[in-house]
């Protein structure tokens, strides 16, 4: 629904300074006020996360549907092109009519979740009358690798930095190993901020350093074999680890040379990836790209070549991590775009 986070821009990774204007007009926090004043109490969950008390979508809906309740909604009828004359936005043409009004707020979503109608018909409409469009990709989406092992359905919480062309990106968090490459909360956030191709390096044991690793493995588990001593892993991990490293799993540890044990380290604390690219765009979470921000009026969220046309949600070009700022994105510049109509 939203998020309460008092820093809430450091959470945007596509445009964050776009945003500055528009949230100082309609915060997160004015986004819990709203709620509070119709009658959809709220509580607070993890990271800052906001939802409903009944937990139900189905609360927020009720909202929007009574502060509609006096607007006028045409349904399945889809719009075809904007009207524009002289550079000036008059109306939509529908597959059943033309509407002429005093402006238009194009706010059709993105690529994803074409069940809802996100079909990227704003992006085609925007286009045709000369507005510009940052290509799209899918955002917070799970990211396919160069390598696969069978560790299908192991999750565990590691440590991890994405090494790009331009950057380093860190942070810790939940990783789910899958058929194509890697999911989970960490990757699903992380997803946003990489260029591909790229290369991750997780450690497998995140408060450990390595001196202490190897401590505990010719303390504490020298007589097992090399399987049993890394069993603090997954046995499937274990496995693939003793392969990364080249040493036979089934070797006593008392039995390994200190050059083996440190490849057992290295690997436990390095084990890699190389990130291809991410899943299909229908299996993401947000678009990312879109409408260039560099075409809009920030304070009023209108277009700065087309008189009376004004664009909010998702058909912009800013996005956001997971945790409510992609919807708080949406209701602040829909806001903005409605209270601003001359």
Not at 79 to 87: G, Q, S
Request: hydrophobic share 35%; aromatic share 8%; proline share 4%.
């Amino acid at each position: 629904m939203t998020n309460r986070s008092a820093d809430f821009l450091s959470h945007i990774v596509s445009n964050p300074k776009f945003l500055y204007s528009a949230l100082h007009t309609f915060s997160n926090q004015d986004m819990m006020r709203f709620l509070e004043q119709h009658h959809c109490p709220w509580i607070e969950e993890y990271q800052g996360r906001i939802f409903p008390k009944s937990q139900k979508a189905r609360s927020i809906l009720d909202v929007m549907t009574s502060v509609l309740s006096t607007v006028s909604i045409h349904y399945n009828e889809p719009v075809r092109h904007l009207i524009v004359e002289k550079d000036t936005c008059i109306g939509i043409a529908t597959t059943k009519q033309n509407y002429y009004g005093d402006c238009v707020i194009l706010a059709t979503g993105g690529l994803t979740f074409r069940q809802t109608g996100s079909t990227g018909d704003g992006f085609r409409m925007a286009q045709e009358i000369g507005i510009p469009i940052i290509p799209c990709r899918g955002g917070l989406v799970s990211l396919e690798t160069k390598e696969h092992y069978d560790l299908q359905g192991i999750s565990l919480p590691v440590s991890f930095a994405i090494a790009q062309k331009k950057r380093t990106y860190k942070d810790t968090g939940e990783i789910l190993f899958t058929h194509f490459g890697l999911s989970g909360p960490a990757i699903i956030n992380a997803s946003s901020s990489i260029q591909f191709p790229a290369t991750l390096t997780m450690q497998l044991l995140p408060n450990r350093e390595a001196h202490e690793i190897d401590h505990l493995l010719t303390n504490r588990a020298r007589n097992k074999d090399v399987l049993s001593a890394i069993d603090f892993l997954p046995k499937r991990l274990g496995k693939v680890i003793c392969m990364q490293a080249k040493i036979d799993p089934k070797k006593k540890m008392h039995d390994l040379t200190k050059k083996e044990r440190h490849h057992l380290v290295e690997q436990i604390q390095s084990f890699s990836f190389t990130l291809i690219q991410p899943r299909p765009i229908n299996q993401a979470m947000i678009t990312q790209g879109g409408i260039s921000t560099k075409a809009i009026d920030a304070k009023t969220m209108t277009s700065k070549t087309i008189k009376h046309l004004k664009f909010a949600g998702e058909v912009i070009d800013v996005d956001g991590q997971t945790g409510g700022y992609n919807l708080q994105i949406a209701w602040t510049t829909g806001f903005v775009a409605g209270s601003t109509i001359d």
